[in-house]
C-alpha cells in the first residue's frame, strides 16, 4: 500500500517537474541558443511523457 502510494507521488512529481522545465526553458531562458532550448524542452517533454505512460500502467495494473 506504501509503495502504491509513494509510487504516484514520484509519478506526480515528475510530471509536474517536467511542466515546470518546458515552461520555464519557453518563458524565462533568453540566453541559451535556439537549439539548446530545443533540446530542453524535448528534454521536459520526455519527462512528462515517462510520467503519462507511468500513471496509464498504474492505471491499468488496478
Known amino acids: 500500500m506504501w509503495q502504491r ?5 514520484a509519478i506526480l512529481l515528475v510530471g509536474i517537474f ?3 522545465w518546458v515552461g520555464i526553458v519557453v518563458y524565462a531562458d533568453h ?3 535556439l537549439w539548446m532550448r530545443i533540446v ?3 528534454f521536459g517533454f520526455l519527462l512528462l511523457g515517462w510520467a503519462v505512460q507511468k500513471a496509464i500502467h498504474m492505471i491499468n495494473e488496478a
Open 40 to 42: 530542453q524542452v524535448v
Open 18 to 20: 517536467g511542466l515546470m
Open 31 to 33: 540566453f541559451s541558443s
Open 5 to 9: 502510494g509513494l509510487n504516484w507521488a
